[in-house]
Every structure is written in structure tokens, then in C-alpha cells.
């Protein structure tokens, strides 16, 4: 009993959501790090222009491969 005669109820106990962490990928920046180039050759410089795109292609490609394998494993797992 409380305090003025009343019963402490227990009051169900809520456990916040789980944190969510969301990486944000910059795949050109990561590119134009990897060859050691900036936007403004980029811009400037057509052979590095084609160069970076080639490398950002690249990039792409295997992306998609990643995630198809990862879907494939998803529907198809290993037993």
C-alpha cells in the first residue's frame, strides 16, 4: 500500500527502438580518392574524365554483383 492507501501499480516498461546507423556512401569520392584526382581535373581534363568513369563503372558493376549474390543467398541459402 502507498502512501494514501493506494496500491503502486507496475507500469510496463518500453525498450526504445534499436539504433539505426545509416552509412552514406559517396562512390565518386571514393574514386576520385583512389586515383589521386580531384573534380577539377575531372572537369578540366578529358583522359581523366574517362579514366574516373571507368573506375566508377567498374565501381557499379561490382555493387550489383555484391547485391545479386547477396539476394541469391537470401533465396537460396546453403544447407
Wanted: charged share 35%; hydrophobic share 35%; proline share 8%.
Amino acid at each position: 500500500m502507498g502512501l494514501f492507501g493506494l496500491s503502486r501499480r507496475s507500469l510496463p516498461i518500453e525498450l526504445p527502438d534499436p539504433t539505426e546507423h545509416l552509412v552514406v556512401q559517396r562512390p565518386l569520392r571514393r574514386v576520385l580518392a583512389f586515383t589521386g584526382r580531384s573534380i577539377d581535373d575531372v572537369v578540366n581534363d578529358p583522359t581523366v574524365k574517362r579514366e574516373v568513369l571507368g573506375y566508377y563503372k567498374l565501381h557499379k558493376e561490382i555493387h550489383r554483383r555484391i547485391e545479386v549474390r547477396d539476394l541469391e543467398r537470401q533465396w537460396n541459402p546453403v544447407r
